[in-house]
């Protein structure tokens, strides 16, 4: 059996029919395939929060969407997955410009997938948030229920 | 020196006026004081993810908006407090009706507060989430950053 | 079928025979049941940071001991769960006296278990550090892992 | 005013006098310095674990150790730091051979360093497990307060 692996277009698809959020923030795939994933949140004036900086639940959503990414990217056939759990760490004010997510599998395995996200104001070298969690995979022949399995 | 304490009302005020994703998501303060606060989520249809259940994100903005509100309800004067960092545990699918958020403070120190939050579906019992996070205050006299301090 | 429920005798025996820096930090079980669980943590000079407070490491291990309590004393048959994941925030330095893990369950699904922990100074009102985490349960009729499933 | 930076043999004399669960478990720096850690800890049979891997409590020793050697290889006056929090995601059962932390500084704040941890069993490729986790720095001038400044 192979294994389907979602590429760019229909995991963009996929934002626009299934992710309100994502798709309200406007997110872009820019890359998504080898177990990682890199999401483009463009800058909005809506975002700013106290002080001139973007909002952290904009970049919760975004770093969340982009561990889905690399989960559907290496195993389409998961999209009944759900998070189990999401650690971020708000590492540097970002700046008012896009910010770019880029997403990594830490480990793949039948049930879990961990996954480690880094966000980046565009053009800056130091990152501004750190993200860890885990997905839940639904399992082969059983119906997802949406929550801890 | 007496400190402010943030009600109810100032609260809600913030939220439509300075958190956006708030603002949209449509979040009603309940209850603010002693430490705790109480904040709804209204059911949304664009809200839902696949399998019908509440996406995850806007879970997260709940929560941070409640650990916020805890934060001002303590010390008014820290509006440019910001999330340090955020943990969340997703434990049951939401049912598609409000989501109430019940926050309270584990910490509060001088320049670093930890906060519980926990997620209920609206009329259940047992929660959905789970989240424990720290805010990073302003101290006294200078500037805030607006990232790690 | 029935499900085996680990009780405060057998707990504490495995503590002795499997987990060796528990045995080693000498940790008695004091209550098991019901979804919870309270184990204690003697004190001991061997264990002080500089500052006169007690090592954070050691709080950890007593936190991941009392979720592994709750969850064999819901499923007593799953000796070979493993973490998944901790979270600790630490809240207060901790007196130089005995240490108690309260521990409860806060959803026990088919394959992961969430729990949460609060650690006291024995005699202490306010919590010491608060912790949450995962563990992963083996299936029914496969072998474990001992890593993410 | 220059800002000490401790190296490899300071730290490994701090873990011998003031961190008895590093002293315990036998760590040996093997390098530090340029925001950067690395620390190993020598296989022992008794931290073996049910299923023959190591104990979940020595990882997490281990990576709170290479936390505190990046903070103090980057500002040595900080001896009193104290962890505020600490994240694990288990990845993989490590093999029963020496493990190896690998340490980056995230970001060096005035009052918070976050700092990111990869554990590897020695020879392997791939982490048993990653941790993100913050230090609390003590401030200039004020005493420590050994919990939650």
Redesign the interface.
Known sequence: MTTHRMGLAEFQALIER?????Q?LGFRVEALGDGKAVIRMPARR????????I????L??LA??AMYAVVLGMRGDA??A????????????PKPVDVIAEAAM??L????A?I?VVLFSEGEA???A?I?G?Y?LPGTGHR??????
Chains 1, 2, 3, 4 share one sequence.
């Open positions: 299934d992710l309100p959020m994502g309200w809506e975002l700013m929060r106290p002080g001139g900086t909002a952290g639940p904009a919760m959503t969340d969407c999209v009944m759900v998070t189990s759990n999401l650690t971020i760490h708000f590492l540097r004010a830490l480990r395995g039948r049930r879990l961990v480690e130091e990152p501004v750190h860890t885990t839940a997802p229920s949406g929550a801890v399995p």
